[in-house]
């Protein structure tokens, strides 16, 4: 045999092997049709939709009669909410077999499906969440559980409704399917963001960014997550290296990057809190901590730092409050311990009189300085110069004597400092010379009223 006569057995041998359609005319006499159906069946069991549907498109174009073609063809894309598509293969199918009152079912079934896509779609616009959730999970994966379109919507309504396992869960069955879905892969990297599992986030970005490069939504979700690491490492090396003011700048920064990122902005509105603590700003520690304790309030640091802003605050209840909680919750932490005892000592001196404060001078002052402040006051409040308001007077003029029995004697002063209870807070019953000085002595009775009815009775002046 010549070339040129192999070469054309060659070719018919091609044509009549390998070219045939994978179903022609002949595989769908009935004795083949059972095959075809029964591969079919096949394919849509091991979620090869493209596979089945090609076998069903090429039997329906050898014999467009073929009644159970189109049944089949327009359940699949029932499944895979092809809608439009499906409809069409329903009616198509229920013209040749009228009455069929299993494919009226299923054709209002697809009805159902497809309306209440349209349903959740227009309840996470206006961000209905739970009711969208509600019409994907009970109607459209019921009548079409191959949906794509369905099951990403899922997806979306978990992380809005902040269930990030269920996302990551969703997601992952997606992904077994494809796994280079993109958008799978940018919502499953969204749920472990949100978990703050970072580098588990940043692997998903990076798959998807390989199959497209130029994929908007993930360049955005990848530069944005490295973006907000380096904040946080800023603030945190600046901390260590003792640069408060810069590192309350960064920790301000991170926090602006994304508000909704709680479980990672917990840690930074605690970072954020002992700095300013540190730095003596305690109304504003107070706000971070406060954050912090809205997003978890087990959060024993984030209590005990807040106790802390408190006492910087002079809230002494406040403080107190906190700190026993924080107490409650880590008995072995010694430093709550000493924290909650230093509020206690100073709730307890807010109780007290503060003498200072009586005789108008500041905590620094000399004896000389109380002496002259005493002296004063005590003119000024004399109830022989108070004759139309005695009663007032006597009260001050106590008050007056006995801050300066306390702060004119340098023991008791320095336990009053210390926060110590002084028992003695009276003048004492064998009197002083307030002014330390030459003339006539002033004896204090307070039981028995002030002697001396006319004039100072008992001061030289």
């Not at 280079?180 to 919502?187: F, G, H, I, T, Y």
């Not at 800023?234 to 602006?256: C, P, Q, T, Y």
């Not at 003498?355 to 004063?376: H, N, P, V």
């Not at 019953?429 to 009815?453: A, I, L, S």
Request: hydrophobic share 40%; with cysteine; glycine share 8%.
């Amino acid at each position: 045999m010549d070339l040129s006569k192999a070469r054309g057995l060659f070719f018919h041998l091609f044509v009549l092997f390998i070219c045939q359609p994978l179903v022609s005319s002949q595989d769908v006499r009935p004795g083949n049709v059972a095959d075809l159906f029964k591969r079919v069946s096949e394919n849509i069991q091991v979620k090869r939709y493209s596979e089945a549907l090609n076998d069903l498109n090429t039997a329906l174009e050898a014999d467009p009669t073929l009644s159970e073609a189109y049944l089949r063809r327009a359940s699949i894309l029932r499944q895979l909410c092809r809608f439009e598509e499906s409809e069409k293969n329903y009616k198509k199918y229920l013209e040749l077999k009228p009455g069929d009152s299993a494919a009226e079912k299923e054709l209002s079934q697809l009805l159902q499906a497809q309306n209440a896509l349209d349903t959740a779609l227009n309840l996470f616009d206006t961000k209905e969440f739970g009711k969208a959730l509600d019409y994907v999970d009970k109607v459209v994966l019921v009548f079409s559980s191959s949906c794509l379109k369905a099951k990403l919507l899922k997806v979306k309504l978990l992380l809005e409704l902040k269930d990030y396992s269920g996302a990551i869960s969703e997601s992952g069955y997606i992904l077994k399917e494809n796994e280079n879905n993109l958008e799978a892969l940018l919502l499953r990297g969204r749920a472990y963001y949100y978990l703050a599992d970072h580098d588990v986030a940043l692997r998903h970005y990076q798959k998807g960014l390989r199959s497209d490069p130029e994929h908007s939504e993930l360049k955005k979700a990848y530069f944005g997550l490295k973006n907000l690491l380096k904040k946080t490492k800023s603030a945190e090396d600046n901390v260590g290296k003792g640069k408060l003011r810069i590192a309350v700048e960064d920790f301000k920064a991170a926090l602006a990057l994304d508000p909704d990122h709680i479980a990672h902005n917990v840690h930074l509105h605690l970072g954020l809190c002992k700095v300013l603590v540190k730095l003596g700003r305690g109304k504003e520690a107070l706000n971070s901590c406060t954050e912090a304790l809205n997003i978890d309030e087990e959060l024993v640091e984030a209590l005990a730092q807040r106790g802390e802003a408190k006492l910087l605050t002079e809230d002494w209840e406040g403080a107190v409050e906190d700190l026993k909680a924080a107490a409650q919750k880590s008995p072995q932490d010694m430093n709550i311990r000493e924290a909650l005892m230093k509020a206690e000592r100073s709730l307890k001196m807010s109780k007290r009189k503060d003498w200072y404060k009586i005789l108008g001078i500041s905590k620094t002052a000399s004896i000389s300085e109380i002496k002259r402040a005493y002296k004063k006051l005590a003119l000024q409040w004399h109830p022989d110069k108070n004759v139309d308001n005695r009663e007032e007077a006597e009260e001050k003029f106590r008050e007056i004597a006995a801050a300066y029995e306390i702060l004119g004697d340098e023991e008791k002063r320095v336990r009053y400092d210390r926060g110590e209870d002084i028992e003695d807070m009276g003048m004492g019953g064998g009197g002083f010379n307030p002014f330390g000085g030459g003339g006539q002595q002033y004896t204090f009775h307070f039981e028995g009223g002030f002697p001396g009815g006319g004039g100072f009775g008992g001061f030289n002046f």
